[in-house]
């Protein structure tokens, strides 16, 4: 059974059980992470979404040239700093 399929009072029994096993010092983020659940709007609804999609490939105004050429003038080489590398132990 999949986390989002369980019973939700085996998944606030784990809550809690995860959240009391951190250190106190990481609790605030914890909180903060569920009040955002709460007012969380980046996660558009299906009418914004198809609303949205009508807009895709067009242009409104005339400042298309300009901004492309802005684009283009902004772009640089690429610096990676591979050391330390986090995803190595």
Known sequence: MSQ????????????LAEIAALPS???GAVLDFV???HTD???PSAQAFLSHLKTIGTWSGND???CL???QNSRGEA???????????
């Open 25 to 27: 010092d990481r609790l």
């Open 41 to 43: 709007s980046s996660i």
């Open 4 to 15: 989002t399929q369980a019973d939700p009072l085996q998944l606030k029994a784990q809550l």
């Open 64 to 66: 298309l040239q300009d």
């Open 69 to 71: 050429e802005a684009v």
């Open 35 to 37: 009040r955002s659940l």
């Open 79 to 89: 610096h990676f700093d591979s050391e330390p590398n986090p995803f190595e132990s």
